[in-house]
């Protein structure tokens, strides 16, 4: 005969198996698709002393694909660095931290150096209209 505490956290178990289920899968994100969430500038330091300011979305946590051995694919990425290599693509950025953006990110792949901030670099993005 089973213990009726033994019984209970097993009816426990079952009931919230779904909802564990469902926090272990993560929407997908490839190259293409549109990533949105609330757009914050990063000051850090590179470890040899430079100073970065990296773009970042934060967003609900992506999946990113099975194949790059630098994800942590049981926790998905939530921090989105885009890449703003002129000042032309600050400029457009600025007026908007803080606020909620969605981009087109055309390439992009799990952090890899201390250079990126975040986790996952979009080197290639388009801001899309509200």
Not at 8 to 19: E, F, K, Q, S, T
Not at 71 to 92: E, I, P, S, Y
Request: charged share 20%; aromatic share 6%; with cysteine.
């Amino acid at each position: 005969m089973l213990a009726p505490r033994f019984v209970a956290a097993l009816i426990v178990m079952m009931l919230l198996a779904p909802w564990i289920a469902a926090a272990a899968e993560f929407e997908p994100i490839k190259e293409g698709d549109t990533l949105t969430g609330k757009l914050r500038l990063v000051p850090t330091r590179h470890p040899n002393g430079t100073r970065i300011e990296a773009y970042q979305i934060v967003s609900k946590p992506r999946a990113m694909p099975k194949g790059d051995d630098f994800c942590n694919h049981d926790k998905g990425a939530t921090t989105f660095h885009l890449v703003t290599m002129t000042n032309a693509l600050r400029k457009q950025l600025d007026p908007l931290l803080g606020k909620t953006i969605s981009v087109k990110a055309i390439a992009l792949h799990c952090s890899e150096t201390a250079w990126h901030i975040g986790d996952v670099v979009v080197h290639q993005w388009e801001l899309l209209p509200k």
